[in-house]
Every structure is written in structure tokens, then in C-alpha cells.
């Protein structure tokens, strides 16, 4: 298995433009999750699905931020408009049903100028 | 609510030196416990978990045993290698068993 990939791997843009980061979720696993690392505030979780549904949200920064899940093999994080104070490692996770193991994807590191 | 604590680093260690890397947490319930792994440039990997008090995870010779009477999951290797050097993150799940509540990080750093 190729395991969670994640797209793409480095960004950087400009304040005010949308970013679109990309994540592939291990085939099968039911569960979907994406999460910000920064060195200010750790590794925080900012949504998750469960068989494509969103379940918890609550972690998402503000309106700037959105997340999809339009089928089991794709998912997206959207930030528009971007800001400089968004710029961190994205991680996106999968986990199968009735595991607990979340595995991690390679991360896309976000810059904003 | 759900947290864990984890000892600040960095920790720097020779080689073949004996790392604990101390983590404690507060939770609703009997949650399961995880140690987590970052090496340089990628993302977190599972290291070893525990499910129940008393269970001890072990993996790639770290230990960590669930002690529910001090609430905490201690990291242990009796001899560390360079290629050890990463950040490693306690965590924890709730009792759903999805979300996974982790500590800050502790950064291991080992010379040669």
C-alpha cells in the first residue's frame, strides 16, 4: 500500500490567494483527518470525516478554512483567503474501522508571504 | 477534559545513553495511550501504543508501560542511536477511539 499521500508536498503563495492541499487516504480506511503543526501551537486537530461525512469540526481556525470529502479515495483543505499566519505543516491521517492507529501522510508545508 | 503532558526538551543524549522521555495525562475514562515518531521531513508514525492499564507497548526496542495509578505512560530505550534523533509525541484517544489527543513533542536529539 502506498499509504496517505498528500499534495502537494511544498507551497508558497502570496497573502489574499487560495490554497488547495490535497490528500488520498489509505484504500479501505473509513476515517479521515487533517491537522496543522506549527512551532507556536503544536500539532492541532482541525476536522474529521467519517466515511466522507464531516464529524467534528470544531478545530477549524475560522471561515478561511474549509474542508471536503466528496468520496472515500479524496480529500481537500481549502484556505481562502490565505494570511501569512497560515503558514505550517498540514498533515492528513486515515484511520480503518475499528482500529485506533492513525497513519500520517508526508505533510505539506505551506508558506504564505 | 482530555490532555497530556510531556516533558520538555530538547534531550540530548550520547549514544548508547539510557532515554526516558516522560509523559503524563488526564482523561475521561480508561483511554489507550500512543507514542508517536517524527523523524526530519516526514510525518507521525505510530512507535507503540497500550490499550489498558499495566499493558506494556514495545517496539524497535522502546518500552512504555500504562501505570493508571500515576497516569502516565513513560518512553524507555536502554541504548539510543543516532538514527533515534526525531520528535516523539504521547498521545492519547478519547473514548470513541477517533480522536487522538497529543502531548506538545519532545525533541531527541543523539551524538555520535
Known amino acids: 500500500d502506498a499509504g496517505v499521500i498528500q499534495s502537494p508536498r511544498h507551497e508558497v503563495t502570496e497573502m489574499g490567494q487560495e490554497v488547495t492541499l490535497r490528500c488520498k487516504p489509505i484504500s479501505g480506511h473509513d476515517y479521515l483527518f487533517w491537522y496543522r503543526q506549527t512551532m507556536m501551537r503544536g500539532l492541532e486537530l482541525l476536522i474529521y470525516?467519517?466515511?466522507?461525512?464531516?464529524?467534528?469540526d470544531s478545530g477549524m481556525p475560522e471561515d478561511r478554512f474549509s474542508a471536503k470529502m466528496p468520496n472515500a479515495s479524496f480529500s481537500t483543505l481549502k484556505i481562502q483567503p490565505s494570511e501569512p499566519r497560515d503558514s505550517a505543516v498540514y498533515f492528513c491521517?486515515?484511520?480503518?474501522?475499528?482500529?485506533?492507529?492513525?497513519?500520517f501522510g508526508p505533510g505539506t508545508r505551506l508558506l504564505v508571504l | 477534559g482530555n490532555s497530556v503532558t510531556q516533558m520538555e526538551g530538547p534531550v540530548t543524549l550520547s549514544e548508547e545513553a539510557f532515554l526516558t522521555i516522560n509523559c503524563t495525562y488526564t482523561a475521561t475514562g480508561y483511554p489507550s495511550l500512543f507514542w508517536y515518531v517524527q523523524y526530519p521531513g516526514e510525518g507521525l508514525q505510530l512507535l507503540l501504543k497500550a490499550t489498558k492499564a499495566d499493558d506494556k507497548g514495545s517496539n524497535k526496542g522502546f518500552e512504555a508501560t500504562y501505570r493508571k495509578e500515576t497516569t502516565s505512560f513513560h518512553l524507555e530505550k536502554g541504548s539510543v542511536q543516532v538514527s533515534d534523533s526525531a520528535v516523539y509525541f504521547c498521545a492519547l484517544t478519547t473514548i470513541y477511539g477517533n480522536k487522538l489527543v497529543f502531548g506538545a513533542g519532545t525533541i531527541l536529539r543523539v551524538k555520535s
Open positions: 491521517a486515515s484511520q480503518g474501522w475499528g482500529g485506533e492507529t492513525q497513519y
Open positions: 470525516f467519517n466515511n466522507n461525512v464531516p464529524i467534528d
